[in-house]
């Protein structure tokens, strides 16, 4: 089978069974099924086999706990999250800086929306055009590298007329070089524009971050990149726990809404060494943390979310944070230190990665706490010292859910 023709025959299955991961079938016992849909996707999965070299699996399926499970499965002990766009409530979406944050709080996983500009370089935008969320208009593939980045990617509420305006779409080498850096993963939700889906996973493979990152997407060429590349299946709710199975045997991960899963179609996942992680977002921002727990009241290993700081709080998951100074050396720059005197700014930072948090209180005192000030920090996890004479004061931040507590000097 042609790369072309196994392309074609994957956006078919998107058709007629509502996958949109590119997969291959396993091959537990037969099962009659009256729907037409099970023999179409097995079909097409087998033709997909071939590029795929999944791990080994040690799992012993349990069958009978696809339709009735009794006790559901207890999830991923380390909670997997994936930011959504990065920390799109702490800055725009598809931004450096809202990955920045998103990477602060210590999540497994970046979500990003990869576009492909006219001239053939990656970016990350959700829309298939640059008009909702930029100051300007048009198909991102009518666009070159050099006009998408030359757009100001906080022309849009909240943000406009903001702290982080003007922001600059980031492009996917930023975001891969910035996961490096922080030691975690990427989900690469890889959109229409793309037309070099092998092309996306080489450069996974070279900033090396296949086995932390994941691939939404249904190409054969992502595979033929990286055998070992791990995928997302974005079940529907009509597919049986034998069929969650077969196709958990290759697409190690699974995604998509909440109301998709139950405890049966969980365990059938996790009999593959499949992990699931449904949306956390779906029911509004009200609800993301009931979201979270119902997941994993029935089984989930992790979510996607629009708040990493409200999930990793629900995890139990906080992270050590630091208190860093900054003060202007004479050029315009800043230089970091843990501690100094005359220091023109503080930082609160995450104490193994050094990206900052906002929207953080943190409290300076001076002379036995006499005189004290509270300060909310903002870009970059930072806020500037107001008056000379707290400078040298201890710096304090009392922790959070999310964020332990830390110490430190102005």
């Not at 699974?254 to 049966?264: D, F, H, I, K, Q």
Request: glycine share 10%; proline share 5%.
């Amino acid at each position: 089978m042609t790369y072309p023709t196994a392309r074609r025959a994957v956006r078919s299955l998107v058709a007629v069974a509502t996958l949109t991961a590119g997969l291959a079938v396993g091959t537990i016992g037969a099962h009659a099924d009256d729907d037409p849909r099970v023999d179409e996707v097995r079909q097409i999965l087998a033709q997909l086999k071939p590029l795929v070299k999944p791990p080994v699996c040690d799992q012993v399926p349990e069958p009978e706990r696809w339709e009735h499970v009794g006790t559901p499965d207890k999830g991923s002990e380390n909670v997997i999250i994936s930011a959504h766009r990065g920390a799109n409530t702490l800055a725009p979406e598809n931004t450096l800086k809202s990955y920045e944050y998103a990477f602060a709080y210590g999540v497994d996983l970046v979500e990003v929306d990869v576009q492909q500009t006219k001239d053939g370089k990656f970016v990350a935008l959700h829309d298939s055009t640059v008009d909702r969320t930029t100051n300007g208009t048009g198909n991102i593939t009518d666009l070159t590298y050099d006009e998408v980045r030359a757009l100001n990617a906080a022309d849009y509420a909240p943000w406009k007329g903001g702290e982080y305006d003007p922001a600059q779409i980031a492009s996917l080498e930023e975001i891969l070089d910035l996961a490096k850096r922080a030691g975690r993963g990427v989900e690469l939700d890889i959109k229409g524009s793309v037309t070099e889906e092998g092309k996306v996973t080489d450069l996974v493979k070279k900033y090396g971050l296949i086995e932390e990152s994941i691939f939404n997407s249904g190409d054969p060429r992502v595979f033929v990149s990286a055998p070992d590349a791990r995928v997302i299946y974005n079940r529907s709710d009509w597919e049986p726990g034998y069929l969650i199975y077969e196709i958990g045997q290759i697409a190690k991960v699974y995604g998509s809404t909440l109301a998709e899963y139950a405890p049966e179609s969980i365990a059938a996942a996790h009999d593959a060494c499949a992990v699931v992680m449904p949306h956390a977002y779906d029911a509004g921002p009200e609800q993301e943390v009931a979201q979270f727990q119902l997941a994993r009241s029935i089984g989930a290993d992790g979510v996607q979310t629009n708040q990493p700081a409200l999930i990793v709080a629900a995890a139990g998951e906080a992270v050590d944070s630091k208190i860093v100074t900054r003060r202007n050396n004479g050029h315009g720059r800043a230089d970091d230190r843990d501690r100094g005197a005359n220091a023109d700014q503080v930082c609160l930072v995450n104490a193994d990665n050094d990206l900052g948090f906002p929207g953080k209180t943190v409290h300076l005192a001076k002379g036995n706490g006499r005189k004290g000030i509270d300060l909310v920090t903002g870009d970059g996890g930072c806020v500037t010292v107001p008056a000379r004479n707290l400078r040298g004061a201890k710096v304090s931040f009392a922790g959070d859910g999310a964020v332990h507590a830390s110490t430190g000097r102005a």
